[in-house]
Antibody
Framework: EVQLQESGPGLVKPSQSLSLTCSVT????????WGWIRKFPGNKMEWVGY???????SYNPSLKSRISITRDTSKNQFFLQLNSVTTEDTATYYC???????????WGPGTMVTVSS | EIVLTQSPTTMTASPGEKVTLTCRAS?????MHWYQQRSGTSPKLWIY???KLASGVPNRFSVSGSGTSYSLTINSMETEDAATYYC?????????FGSGTKLEIK
């Protein structure tokens, strides 16, 4: 079965960069689309962006100037980098596989990131 | 951006009760997807492409709707159904989620 696992620092200082890794097992990231979603305190969920099998990316316009999603196919991992973070980037970050008509069928357990000095 | 509005925000239901959750879109969408999230766990795909139940979802769940209005119905509420349910559209970018309906058991 497809399994995803997020990893990265739980605390980031304002103005620094947030870097997360999603490790995938049971399926190759050279197929399908792979995305990041975040859930803010208060439960609002936001799609962050995705990378696909051809290494093409798409980002939420609200983040477009600060975000980069890349991958390492040899390790079956993909990555999120979010620059110039503020306290408003405090959230639980999930990685997930996209399927069909753009739904997320497999999710990682999520990693909580707090932006604070 | 398509805004999804879910109602109610919170509701409480008794075991055996019929429950209906609503998701309204600011523009027409072709398909709506739903996720169930229990406390302390990640969201789980629940219903996809408007009406297809994800693997393991009991058939007391159903969805109807089209265009800008969709409803998720539980025919007979069970304790394990207590969770937050989110709708999500993939018809246009950016992909967007509703604000969620928290369903509690009485």
């Amino acid at each position: 079965e497809v399994q995803l696992q997020e990893s990265g620092p739980g605390l980031v200082k304002p103005s620094q960069s947030l870097s997360l890794t999603c490790s995938v097992t049971g399926y190759s990231i050279t197929s399908n689309y792979w995305g990041w979603i975040r859930k803010f305190p208060g439960n609002k969920m936001e799609w962050v962006g995705y990378i696909n099998y051809s290494d093409n990316t798409s980002y939420n316009p609200s983040l477009k100037s600060r975000i980069s999603i890349t991958r390492d196919t040899s390790k079956n991992q993909f990555f999120l980098q979010l620059n110039s973070v503020t306290t408003e980037d405090t959230a639980t970050y999930y990685c997930a596989r996209l399927a069909g008509y753009w739904y997320f069928d497999f999710w990682g357990p999520g990693t909580m990131v707090t932006v604070s000095s | 951006e398509i805004v999804l509005t879910q109602s109610p925000t919170t509701m409480t239901a008794s075991p055996g009760e019929k429950v209906t959750l609503t998701c309204r879109a600011s523009s027409s969408v072709s398909y709506m997807h739903w996720y169930q999230q229990r406390s302390g766990t990640s969201p789980k795909l629940w219903i996809y492409e408007t009406s297809k139940l994800a693997s393991g979802v009991p058939n007391r769940f159903s969805v109807s709707g089209s265009g800008t209005s969709y409803s998720l119905t539980i025919n007979s509420m069970e304790t394990e159904d207590a969770a937050t349910y989110y709708c999500q559209q993939g018809s246009s970018y950016p992909l967007t989620f509703g604000s969620g309906t928290k369903l509690e058991i009485k």
